[in-house]
């Protein structure tokens, strides 16, 4: 407790003290004493599982702390739930928006009235819906949405983003907590969610930034707190903290070996042969006149904001949604995929880019792993457990799935580590062809180093075909051996990886293209060492 | 075998050995108060009983896992129950008769499935309708009036192998197969896919259509077993054979671990929920207390079931009670 009195200072909007939280025999978060401070932004940062997503649920009521305590204002409080800390002025945008699909936006910003107001309150749809206008208009928002009486079901990931986060300034907090706010968005729209970081800044609310996108938040941050395995790290302000230093903290001694590791170098594309995929002229819902080639050996990324038609385009190739027109090839023979099982049987997997719409939850790893891949161990439609598992724990290791094992249920993993499993069970079936959308989503640095080595060595080795989707430059420009653009439903530029293919992205992504550049000479020097 | 083995095993899961643990000890409570609970012949008595609940309830398992729900069960029964008396009183050979009222259940199923997957109806409503069609299809198949059964069909319902009554070894032979379906074959976890997250199953190429519409099938096909099985244990084709029944069923199921959101649930577990209602029906004759109680305490058990399966899940670990409770205990 006496440490608890001299950390709190006036500008200490929240703090705790020897904070610690275990579930069953893991402990999540190990004696933490930290403090956000009003004005200020504070970056918290850390890889998958170092507690950061813990720590925001200890201050958020969601769940309670085995040790330690938080204070409010400098004085201890108990969080029993999640009602309590919004009525203590505390808000957390999680990082998957939660929205009553079937209510307008008005309703959801302001869905904490149901559970404020008297049960029998009148319920003006006219009111709320100028109430959620003026508060847009406080936090510059007012051009986001054209109609709030519509419903929240046909918003993008960005805007239902933006929903969430009026709704958590509807209650007026004093530290807001924005989990991975910005891992959906596209540069544009972080420059906009940032905006609205400044205003808050200004109102001195205590902003608690976690992201992966270290770029990004450096640029708004005041103050970076960097956790490992539970514990806090490092501690100082951007100019103390530099990125550099932090990313060494985040991963700790691992990352030295983890840049040890020599990669296959791009495979040489015969144009002339027979590509993987072949589309010509596809057209489908919000996108026209498509042309693609993917080569074995090949990794292709596509640029392109949120609403692009990306998804859309590689969801009209799968069969997922309808094919207008065109025609498409896989290796050489004319197919048109009337469901996306008619792709899967066809070898080509694709891992979607919400985590949520794609994990057995109930399960464990292997269950996730061979969900697809039944038939194989065993027959007439029987299959043998201990088969099962013994190649789930294969390919898991393969992948480098951080567990005991694979009757490990999928919950107690991190995000990295379940995209990991993902992956494991996308290769299971052995495709020729793997798309991924947004591959690396939400995952932690080093999880994403691995991932992209494992993504290189199964194309330029093994041979695969790789396509995937991707709204953050680094990861295009890092992956991708060539890059494809597309703006409003059309590919505008299909390009060979180099400092041209940089500029391109960087130009389509809305970001600066001097970083760009930037990038990508750091990058080939890399290389060459 | 190590015990890590042993909980490998499909069948022995801490689920199930809780709940066949607390019929256990029920039933020994039981038998103080009257001794003849725990003989022989009363454990027959009671599967006996519970054959026809239980025989459904394995397919009701499949449908739950699947997240649907099958209210048409009892009808459906009762509808292909009688379609086979009808068509061995026709004059059929009993061996079709007997294939008649399955090919009548597997059809209300699959009309049901159909509609299910291909209307986008949700499954409460479908069953719910068919629920009603069936039964109003019995009455008029019938016209009220019970058809007598063939006596070679008899044996199904009255008949022993090894001192073992027939019904008892069809069911316990369909919980052997029908867990070894849900556990080890590729369809049986396309059910647990699909019940867990439809979503992600649609995107790793399961074929959604196909699996769900099997759940339905199995379901009625259950249901004629148990029509069958009812029809030749009381000699009679009754219209209003199964009336009800789908709700005993569907409790047998839940008691069993199985949960109404999907993606999770056992063949041994419903089959030890449906002995654990049929226990207690008896208990509460054996020991002469009201059938008012009788079926007050069913209705209990079946929440209680469905709360301790919400604890075990640690739905309530971080409720305020329990960390006051931890507290209090020093922890």
Known sequence: MAGMTSSSSATDAL?????????????????????????????????????????????SGEHQPTTGKVAIDGQVRELPNPLAATALGIAVVHQEPQLVSAMTI???????????????????????????????????????????????????????????IARALAAKPKVLFLDEPNSSLTRRETDRLFGIVRLLREQSVAVVLVSHRLGEVYEISDRVIVMRDGSKVGEGTVGDLPKTQAIRLMAGDRLVEQTARDEAAAREIDPKAVPVLRVRGASGIAFSDVDIDIHAGEIVGMAGLVGSGRTEIVRGVLGADPLYSGSIELNGDPVRFRTLRDAVKHGISFISEERRTSVFYGHDIGFNLTSNVLGRFGRLGFFSQRRRMRFAQERADRVGVKAESVATPIRALSGGNQQKVLLARALASNPSLLILDEPTRGVDVR??????????????????????????????????????????????????????????????????????????????????? | MSVAGVRNLPFLKGQELGLAAVVIVLSIAFSFFNPHFLTTDNFRNILVAVAVVGIMAIGQCFVIIAKEIDL????????????????MSAGLHPALGVLVALAVGAGCGLISGLIVVYGKVNS????????????????????????????????????????????????????????????????GQRVVAVGDNDEAARLSGIPMNSTRL????????AAAVAGLVYTAQVSVAEAQAGTGLELDVIAAVVIGGASLSGGRGSIIGAMLGAYLLGALRNAFILLELSPFLQQMSVGLVIVLAALFDQFRQGAFQHSVLAIRLRRLFGR
């Not at chain 1, 579930?23 to 930290?34: E, P, R």
């Not at chain 1, 680094?474 to 293919?501: F, S």
Request: aromatic share 6%.
């Open chain 1, 15 to 59: 703090s705790v003290a020897d904070l610690g939280k275990s579930f069953g025999a893991v402990q999540a978060l190990k004696d933490v004493t930290l403090s956000f401070r009003y004005g200020e932004v504070t970056a918290l940062l850390g890889e998958n599982g170092a507690g950061k997503s813990t720590l925001i649920r200890l201050c």
């Open chain 1, 106 to 164: 008005a309703e959801n910003i302001f869905l904490a009235r149901l559970g404020g107001n008297a049960a029998v309150a009148a319920h003006r749809p006219g009111a709320l819906a100028r109430e959620a206008r003026a508060l847009l208009a406080e936090i510059s928002l007012s051009g986001a949405f054209a109609d709030l009486s519509m419903k929240c079901a046909g918003l993008s990931a960005a805007e239902r983003q933006l929903v969430e």
């Open chain 1, 447 to 529: 999880t994403k180093a691995e991932m992209y080595a494992l993504i290189r060595n199964l194309a330029h080795v093994e041979g695969l075909a790789v396509w995937f989707i991707s709204s953050e430059m680094d990861e295009i420009l890092h992956l991708a051996d060539r890059v494809m653009v597309v703006r409003e439903g059309r590919i505008v530029d299909n390009i060979a990886k180099g400092p041209q293919a940089a500029q391109v992205v960087a130009s389509a992504l809305g970001e600066k293209a001097e970083d760009a550049v930037a990038f990508f000479g750091r990058q080939e020097r890399g290389e060459a060492h």
């Open chain 2, 72 to 87: 048409s069960v009892g009808s459906v029964m009762g509808l292909s129950g009688l379609c086979g008396a009808y068509a």
């Open chain 2, 124 to 187: 409460f409503i479908v069953t719910l309708g068919m629920l009603s069609v069936a039964r109003g299809l019995t009455y008029v198949l019938s016209g009220g009036l019970p058809i007598l059964i063939d006596p070679r069909v008899m044996f199904i319902g009255q008949g022993e192998v090894l001192g073992i009554p027939v019904q008892v070894l069809i069911f316990f032979g369909l919980v052997v197969l029908g867990q070894i379906v849900l556990k080890r074959s590729v369809l």
């Open chain 2, 214 to 221: 099997a759940v339905f099938v199995f379901s009625g096909l």
